[in-house]
């Protein structure tokens, strides 16, 4: 069964750090493009960075550049994302997401539950 499971969230200070981890099982993990998303309370979800398969091009929402870094271990199955400076207004469930597009247009798109991330001021 395909899924991926993030964890490392929880409760730090302004202006610390935080690296979440999320591991993928049941699908070619290294084929998919991984990201991590966002969702505060009363806001949708949000694109926080992504990584590719491949080459592992990476984005970042302008909210997290400079301050936030996606990685990935194919050979584990694994995505990061190192968060750094952290304000309060990052608080959020934060979630991972591993999606493939073929170009025949089927996608697979498999979410994680969430984790937690509080910043305190």
């Known amino acids: 069964q395909e899924q991926v499971v993030e964890s490392g969230g929880g409760l730090v200070q302004f202006g610390g750090s935080l690296r979440l981890s999320c591991a993928g099982s049941?699908?070619?993990?290294?084929?998919?493009?991984m990201s991590w998303y966002r969702q505060a309370p009363g806001k949708e979800r949000e694109l926080v960075a992504s990584i590719t398969s491949g080459p592992g091009n990476t984005n970042y929402a302008a909210s997290a550049a400079g301050r936030f870094t996606i990685s990935r271990d194919n050979a584990k199955n694994m995505l990061y994302l190192q968060m750094t400076k952290l304000k309060p207004e990052d608080t959020a469930v934060y979630y991972c997401?591993?999606?493939?597009?073929?170009?025949?247009?089927?996608?697979?798109?498999?979410w994680g539950q969430g984790t937690q991330v509080t910043v305190s001021s």
């Open positions: 049941g699908f070619t993990f290294r084929s998919y493009t």
């Open positions: 997401n591993a999606r493939l597009e073929t170009r025949w247009g089927t996608t697979w798109d498999y």
